[in-house]
Every structure is written in structure tokens, then in C-alpha cells.
């Protein structure tokens, strides 16, 4: 690999620098899988950004060069898809101030939620959220929205029906709806089989796999894309692994670092759609695409993932 192309892959000058030859090889040598949205035939690229936790932070301290730098890995290595939300403090609004300094309006899959109902699970101001999604319009800078999603399955009747309208007139392409609450899931699949959704967004994990045991069969009975979230557990996959080896055996699916263990048992998972973990170092973002190229683990080597995480955390 020469200098020009280091420097494409990278996106920024010395990001490849903090990765081991072999995290850089699997973050580069080779196109990012896609996969399809099964109410459009859209294709994905499989590797996302989030921006809560530590890009939400990074966001809020007014010291945004290194998320300039983790969107320009993202989109010179073949990613689109940024996932955000209004409550996701500054995110937003800085996200979308930087994707028009770096001029990749048309590359991003725009992400977003509405979610204006009171803590409780109390009803939706109709108003107050037709407001906060044309708050996202302005700070996206964009006519259209590619999705939005009613955030945390929050008064489902209300919000669910303002996207289906925005939908049909053309403003937003795809609508959805989110849990990451287990306790939710119940309502989740009755959402599921009720509306016409395009999208779920839902927890995923190598040790949080209480999503696969219905919510993702039945997206793909239905024909709903996945966002898959919080793949590393926020940080408890990560406490799990701490001061431990990657296991030899990763290289069998093209994983060389612990995030691309994780990514690829996520990914490997036929009705995921696409990866948005949250991060605001460029170098960590490069590894993650990482999780997206290459082969992926076959259904042995995933019983093998789960056997070895779960005996890490009764240990």
C-alpha cells in the first residue's frame, strides 16, 4: 500500500499509526460488505457511526477536529450510514455542521429519532414533535431525511403515524422505530407485525444475544432492516476483555483486534443490516470498518465466540 492510498483509507494523517499491521490490513483490503434493505432494495455498507456516548461528549466540548476526522474515516472508507438523535446532546447539530465542511452531503444515510413524549411512557405533544423533526431538518441541512425513528418505542400511535405522513410526502425515505430495552420487546413485536416499518433499531452483542431469540427473526420474516446498537455493551465487553489476548483463532474469520471480534459476531447475524457503534477516535473508527470486511464467522465459530466471552464473564 502506498502513501496515497494509506492516506484514503486512513482518512486522516496518523490514524493508521495507532493499528497493528494486521487491524490495518483487515481495516483496508478489501470492500465493505453490504447489505439490503428489504422494503427498497437499498444497499448498505455494513459499518455505521453512532453518536452517542463519546462522540455525543466529544460534540458538546467544542473541540470537534476529531470527529471531522472520524467522518472523514468513515466516508473515504466506503461507510455512509450516521446514526444520531436530538437527545444525543450536541451531536446533531455538529454532525451536520461537519458533513458540509467536508462537502459528503450526498454520501451520508442520514439517522435520526423523534422522541418527544414524557419520561413514563406518557403521550406525544403532536406539535412538540412535528417541531423537534423540523429541528433535525435544519441542523442536518438536508431536504429530505434517509430515516427516522420513533426513539424507544415512545407513544407509538403518535409519533409513528407524523413519520408516515412525512414518508408519503416525500420528506423522510425510510421510518422506523428502537428499544434497547429487553423489557420492551414485547411491544416491540407487536409494532413489528402491526406497522408498515422499514427499520428497527435494537441492542446486539456477543453477550447480550436476547435480541436473537425473536426480535431478529421476525425482521426478517417481515422484511425490516436492522440498525444493530451498542455492540461492545457501551463498555462491558470491553472490562470483560481487559488484559486478555485476542484468541488465535479470530484470524479464521479476519478479525485482528478485540472491536473486530465483536463487530463481526454482530454482523454475522443474517438480519443485520447495519453497525452503528459510537466513537470519537478516527483510529477506532478505521478498526471498526474493519469488522465489516473480510470473512465473518460461520455458525460453529459463533458458538465458539459466545462459549469464550460467556466463560470470561464468570470468571
Given amino acids: 500500500m502506498n502513501r496515497r492510498d494509506l492516506l484514503k483509507y486512513t482518512g486522516a494523517a496518523g490514524t493508521a499509526m495507532w493499528l497493528n499491521p494486521q487491524q490495518l490490513l ?7 460488505i453490504k447489505r439490503t434493505i428489504p422494503s427498497s432494495g437499498e444497499k448498505l455498507p455494513m459499518m455505521g457511526l453512532g453518536s452517542s456516548a463519546t462522540f455525543s461528549r466529544q460534540a458538546g466540548s467544542g473541540d470537534i477536529d476529531a470527529l471531522r476526522k472520524v467522518l472523514r474515516t ?4 466506503g461507510g455512509t450510514v450516521f446514526d444520531t438523535a436530538p437527545s444525543y446532546g450536541d451531536s446533531e447539530q455538529v454532525a451536520g455542521e461537519l458533513v458540509h465542511d467536508l462537502g459528503v452531503e450526498d454520501t451520508i444515510f442520514w439517522a435520526t429519532k423523534v422522541n418527544v413524549a414524557s419520561r413514563g411512557g406518557g403521550s406525544a405533544d403532536p406539535q412538540a414533535a412535528r417541531t423537534q423533526i423540523e429541528t433535525s431538518f435544519k441542523r442536518i441541512g438536508t431536504r429530505t431525511i434517509d430515516l427516522i425513528q420513533v426513539h424507544n418505542l415512545a407513544d407509538i400511535p403518535t409519533q ?4 408516515k405522513e412525512l414518508k408519503k410526502e416525500g420528506r423522510v425515505r425510510y421510518i422506523g422505530t428502537t428499544s434497547t430495552n429487553a423489557n420492551s420487546y414485547d411491544y416491540l413485536v407487536e409494532v413489528m407485525r402491526k406497522e408498515p416499518l422499514d427499520f428497527i433499531g435494537v441492542d446486539y452483542a456477543v453477550d447480550n444475544r436476547e435480541s436473537a431469540k425473536m426480535i431478529l427473526p421476525l425482521a426478517q420474516e417481515r422484511g425490516i432492516a436492522v440498525l444493530a446498537y451498542l455492540p461492545f455493551g457501551r463498555t462491558r465487553l470491553w472490562n470483560r476483555v481487559a488484559g486478555k489476548k485476542l484468541p488465535e483463532w ?3 474469520f479476519d478479525a485482528f483486534s478485540w472491536a473486530q471480534f ?9 438480519a443485520v443490516t447495519v453497525i452503528t457503534p459510537a ?23 459463533q458458538q465458539r465466540m459466545i462459549e469464550y466471552v460467556d466463560a470470561l464473564s464468570m470468571a
Fill in 262 to 270: 465483536f463487530l463481526k459476531f454482530v454482523a454475522a447475524h443474517p
Fill in 279 to 301: 466513537t470519537s477516535k478516527p483510529h477506532h473508527m478505521l478498526d471498526n470498518i474493519g469488522g465489516a470486511i473480510g470473512r465473518l464467522p460461520d455458525k460453529a465459530a
Fill in 250 to 252: 479470530a484470524a479464521e
Fill in 26 to 32: 483487515a481495516a483496508t483490503a478489501g470492500e465493505m
Fill in 74 to 77: 468513515l466516508t473515504d472508507n
Fill in 160 to 163: 409513528l403515524e407524523i413519520l
